[in-house]
């Protein structure tokens, strides 16, 4: 389990201006050595700190291609700053700057549940059909899986791709034991979402639930399947209804609508849009201006992109959405500690991952990496 201890007073009771003074100088003293990425969903006190901004793809892409920097200081989610300690060099040192930044929806699908899955199947099903596709949103345990078993990861900007090449490994045709055939964990969303954009039918959806013996599926349920999705969700993005976006259109007929593809496939199918984070800021870029477009995500990315564009109006679909409490973890007072523990040569809230993990943790992400 991993626990933040409670900061010096120095730290907690520091005012905003103080805590800026000191970042900045932090920042400055540390200069190349340092390299600050920030996921969209954080806060602006923290995003204004970041080198560079990104989704969960890109920011792994972004941490590789920085073998400059010692100290790469993720503000994000625990899952992303392991894929980056993973895809670094052994020079560099990730850090994150709030150790219980975790991820709910990560820790839905552990190692030794998708273990019990995977022997489940192999009794029922050729596993050698069988590809096993994790969402980046996973511990690095469940990425080493995954590698070790012949799958990738995806993220929400690649999961199409990702499922193409799934697919595409053995031939589908069906004699009795079923085609090929993908199971997708955590996010049972994402997959759905992927499978109908890719022209699969609920008919070729079955959820696996870890809690239920045999996932809660049948033998004949598991032949039939193209897809086994993982029972998991994200709690922010599952509060989205399909309500929110029929009051949306009343209230704006000609407002657009976009949802990130971890909300329900009935909330996805009525929107416009659907996409990652940054296919959400690339759509808000490319809407005529003066359009109101009403967004499914995080309420920090949709209050940004608000401000950032001051000659469209966004809008959260939600109007009582919550923020994801644990990228919200992750704030000035925290980043300040580090930097400055940085500055003393200390590194605190380094995160690492041991290295057979990562050797096959790195197999499906550099898979990921080259399909897409
Ligand atoms: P993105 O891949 O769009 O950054 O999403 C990450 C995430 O955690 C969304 O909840
Ligand atoms: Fe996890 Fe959801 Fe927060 Fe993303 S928004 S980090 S999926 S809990």
């Known amino acids: ?15 905003p201006d103080e805590l800026e003074a000191r970042i900045h100088a932090a920042r400055t003293t540390l200069g190349e050595r340092l390299f600050i990425l920030g996921h969209h969903y954080q806060r602006d006190e923290v995003m ?52 219980n930044a975790g991820c709910s929806m990560a820790d839905m699908a552990d190692l030794e549940e998708v273990e019990e899955a995977w022997e489940t199947l192999a009794r029922t099903t050729d596993i050698s059909r069988v590809i096993p596709i994790t969402y980046m949103n996973s511990s690095a345990a469940l990425k080493a899986f995954v590698g070790e078993h012949g799958g990738a990861v995806c993220t929400s ?39 109908f954009d890719l022209g699969f039918t609920a008919e070729d959806m079955r959820i696996w639930n870890p809690r239920a013996e045999h996932g809660g599926l049948t033998d004949a349920d598991i032949t039939d399947a193209t897809f086994l999705l993982w029972r998991g969700h994200c709690s922010v993005h599952q509060r989205f209804r399909p ?54 995500t995080e309420i920090h990315l949709v209050n940004r992109l608000d401000a950032e564009t001051p000659d469209k109006t966004v809008v959260s679909l939600d109007p009582l959405v919550c923020p994801c ?28 991952v041991d290295p057979t993990t990562a050797r096959w943790a790195k197999v499906a992400l550099d898979r990921m990496l080259s399909i897409t």
């Not at 259109?249 to 609508?257: E, F, K, T, W």
Request: with cysteine.
């Open 1 to 15: 389990m991993r626990l933040q201890l409670p900061l010096p007073e120095r730290y907690t009771d520091a005012t």
């Open 48 to 99: 204004r700190w970041a080198d560079a901004r990104g989704d969960s793809f890109r920011l792994s892409v972004l941490a590789q291609e920085h073998p400059e920097a010692e100290y790469i200081v993720f503000c994000g989610v625990h899952f992303m700053a392991e894929s980056a300690d993973i895809l670094t060099g052994d020079h560099q040192s990730v850090i994150l700057p709030d150790l």
């Open 157 to 195: 900007s690649n999961a199409a791709a990702v499922l193409r090449w799934a697919l595409s490994l053995g031939d589908r045709a069906d004699d009795g034991a079923g085609g090929t055939k993908v199971l997708f964990f955590p996010d049972q969303h994402l997959g759905r979402n992927t499978g």
């Open 243 to 296: 309500e929110h976006i029929e009051q949306f259109r009343a209230s704006h007929p000609d407002g657009i609508v976009i949802t990130h593809p971890e909300c329900a496939h009935e909330v996805c199918e009525l929107a416009d849009q659907v996409g990652s984070t940054d296919a959400i800021i690339r759509a808000v870029e490319a809407a005529p201006v003066g359009s109101v477009i009403g967004v499914g």
């Open 325 to 352: 409490s644990t990228m919200f973890r992750i704030d000035a007072v925290h980043l300040c500690w580090v930097l400055e523990n940085l500055i003393e040569d200390r590194v605190v809230n380094r995160i690492t």
